[in-house]
């Protein structure tokens, strides 16, 4: 059965500082993967997604993530974070052939004081 | 944008009851999506649903859970008599095509007393 770990519960940054949010999976097969954003009060909207190709993805909002298959991660990584980057995050997976349900993290909630 | 769009936005309900929760997913999307979210917990998949049939259901999805697209527009959960563990975030997503990105809508939160 396929996981996702987030390894980190709730991140605290001050404005300025670089991010990195840690996202493992477990998956027998040939994976497609997501980073989510669940802003205070919205809903979960989509921060990029990796299916094949260029292993760095670059997404919204100066956000990107770097897929590194040998070690079965999708860390997602901002050089300067800002306030209005407070919000809950979720590294997702699904598979690639004849499996399209969404696994998803635990989330990370980060926190960014100004 | 086009948005996937979920009523109500808060339900409560008595143990027992039925309920339905709308979702109208976005136009041309053809792949269509049941989640929940306990509170605390990690987003959990429900259901998907293509070509007006079930494609894939998780063990949550027991047979008090049902799910219909009753016209062209709307796709709707129904759980037939809810239990209090039933209390959760549910969301719709919906794709236009296999294995495409899916889209959320707001989520209905649901409260069952």
């Known amino acids: 059965a396929q996981s996702v770990s987030q390894h980190n519960h709730h991140v605290i940054l001050s404005e300025a500082a670089s991010l990195e949010l840690g996202c493992n999976y477990s998956?027998?097969?040939?994976?497609?993967l997501f980073w989510y954003v669940q802003y205070p009060g919205q809903h979960l909207q989509l921060l990029l997604k990796y299916f094949s190709g260029d292993p760095l993805v670059k997404g919204i909002k100066g956000f990107e993530a770097e897929f590194i298959k040998s070690k079965f991660s999708f860390n997602l990584r901002k050089p300067s974070v800002q306030w209005s980057d407070t919000a809950e995050y979720f590294c997702a997976v699904n598979g690639n052939f004849g499996n399209e349900k969404l696994t998803f993290g635990t989330g990370t909630r980060l926190t960014i004081i100004p | 944008e086009p948005e996937v769009t979920q009523t109500p936005s808060h339900q409560v309900t008595q143990m027992g009851q039925e309920v339905i929760l709308r979702c109208v997913p976005i136009s041309n999307h053809l792949y269509f999506y049941w989640y929940r979210q306990i509170l605390g917990q990690k987003v959990e998949f429900l259901v998907s649903?293509?070509?007006?049939?079930?494609?894939?259901k998780s063990e949550i999805f027991d047979d008090q859970f049902s799910v219909e697209r009753p016209d062209g527009s709307n796709f709707t959960l129904k759980i037939r008599s809810t239990k209090l563990e039933d209390s959760a975030m549910y969301f719709c997503?919906?794709?236009?095509?296999?294995?495409?990105?899916?889209?959320f809508g707001p989520g209905t939160r649901l409260l069952v007393l």
């Open positions: 649903f293509y070509n007006n049939e079930i494609s894939e």
């Open positions: 997503a919906s794709s236009e095509r296999w294995q495409e990105t899916q889209y």
């Open positions: 998956y027998g097969g040939t994976v497609n």
